[in-house]
């Protein structure tokens, strides 16, 4: 029968997680877990520090943890790094749970630790080279551990299935996460109790986690030993699941990642996916998500998507950050607000939208009350359009090469190129010029003219009003 210390080693070795000239750091919070991690490290000859968060949390607790782990330090003479949280104020200010709010601490603190150490051996490191007249160092590699165990991850599985979280959800917690890294998951709290006291490891008790105040400690505490009544294996079956669901989600990766490269066309800044052939993909609503989930849309968003592949052009469906809307055989995400600002969405005939230090003004009005709008605003800078041809979204964009519109009076269409020449219009004034654009047809060169296709005629009963300033 392998011992602890010898599966502890194969782990590591089978998922390649660190070798002995790595450096790391073990988050250390003074619990059976995270001490048996240290004596582990210890044993196998692995280079360690140790990090330790005081969330001061726990009064008197709290402190006495950190003395502890201080003192750890001092066994293993290794160095040991400490901070203190406000724990509960940044809770408030963040509007996160407790729970929450440690873990988004803890782990900013990690990572800042992490690369301030790596900058300080590379500088030695070099310093040493240049005494030693070598020419080429290599970069030691951290890593943080964490000391998260099997029962841990049995825990994560079934709060990600109640949470409805899907196939990612169900593998658990992994081993290898960037530099992040759990070397413990093969082994179950029995068998850190066991090891604990075959070499004499003392350790302190969060009196937090025998309370159900937290998700996980319910999960802990009531709802496995309540299924371990009916099912005396739940674990072990819980963990061997955790395995092949991690292989299922890879074979479902696989697919999804088909799909998305058979429907996907990028052009630009824009998603273009054409409609015929989503409708023919299956499954339908599982497919769509995992499209659009990577542009801010919601699970539940999907059974909103899922209309606008029958819907007429121009209805759409956004997210905080994309626009999801069909156009023609198309269905096309595009940024709200691209980071270039080179092109914006318009989504709305009512509002304002900021370019360039200019500002554009949309507003329908009914034309029964607009006829003296129509003598008193009109101006270069004002686009008086007829409604019911426009559809939206509108887009607004600096003019291109090859563009074209139908000048306001003309019958046939014009490059806006020839337009500019005719208009005499500089080249320096040329870069500044601004088109707006409804399925994909000019409507109006910005503070020049409208395209004669959507001007107001007879028939006209509601007017788009666009001004410019």
């Avoid at 196998?44 to 943890?65: I, P, T, V």
């Avoid at 949470?163 to 530099?179: D, F, Q």
């Avoid at 998500?289 to 592949?309: A, M």
């Amino acid at each position: 029968m392998k011992s602890l210390s010898q599966d502890f080693t194969a782990f590591i070795q089978r998922h390649n997680l660190f070798g002995k000239k790595d450096d790391l750091l073990l988050a250390v919070s003074g619990g059976l877990d995270s001490v048996v991690l240290c004596e582990l490290c210890h044993q196998a000859g692995y280079s360690f520090s140790m990090a330790h968060c005081n969330f001061q949390l726990r009064g008197e607790e709290s402190d006495r943890d950190e003395k502890f782990v201080r003192a750890l330090g001092q066994k293993y003479k290794v160095a040991v790094f400490v901070r203190l949280f406000d724990t509960i104020k940044f809770a408030e200010s963040h509007k996160v749970s407790i729970e929450m709010a440690a873990r988004e601490l803890r782990y900013a603190w990690f990572n800042e630790l992490i690369k301030e150490q790596t900058i300080i051996f590379n500088s030695e490191l070099q310093e040493k080279s240049a005494l030693l007249k070598h020419t080429h160092s290599k970069d030691t590699r951290w890593f943080l551990l964490t000391a998260h165990h099997a029962d841990d991850n049995v825990e994560t599985l079934l709060m990600n299935f109640f949470k409805g979280t899907g196939i990612k959800g169900l593998h658990g917690i992994l081993p290898k996460k960037n530099n992040l890294l759990r070397p413990l998951l093969f082994a179950k709290k029995e068998e850190l109790l066991a090891f604990a006291k075959d070499n004499s490891l003392s350790y302190v008790d969060d009196s937090t986690n025998f309370s159900d105040e937290y998700l996980r400690n319910y999960f802990r505490n009531q709802l496995i030993p309540g299924l371990e009544k009916v099912f005396p294996k739940v674990k072990d079956n819980l963990q061997k699941n955790i395995e092949r669901f991690g292989e299922i989600e890879i074979l479902y990766q696989q697919s999804v990642d088909f799909h998305k490269k058979n429907l996907i066309e990028i052009k630009g800044n824009e998603i273009h996916i054409p409609v015929l052939k989503l409708l023919k993909a299956k499954p339908l609503r599982t497919i769509l998500y995992e499209v659009i989930k990577e542009y801010g849309f919601k699970p539940n968003q999907t059974n909103e998507v899922i209309p606008l592949l029958n819907s007429e052009t121009g209805k759409y469906i956004s997210s905080a950050t994309h626009l999801i809307f069909r156009n023609r055989a198309w269905l096309i995400i595009a940024p709200l607000n691209p980071v270039d600002s080179k092109n914006i969405l318009i989504d709305t005939s009512d509002g304002e939208f900021i370019f360039e230090q200019r500002n554009l003004k949309l507003k329908k009005k009914n034309l029964i009350n607009i006829h003296s709008d129509l003598v008193l605003n009109y101006s270069e800078n004002v686009a008086l359009l007829d409604a019911a041809s426009i559809t939206f979204p509108l887009l607004l964009r600096k003019w291109k090469q090859g563009d074209y519109f139908y000048p306001l009076g003309m019958k046939h269409k014009k490059k806006l190129s020839k337009f500019f020449i005719d208009q005499k219009i500089s080249m320096t004034d040329k870069e500044k010029i601004w088109v707006i654009e409804s399925n994909k047809r000019i409507i109006w060169v910005v503070g020049k003219r409208i395209d004669d296709r959507f001007k107001i005629s007879v028939n006209t009963k509601e007017i788009l009003h666009i001004e410019v300033s």
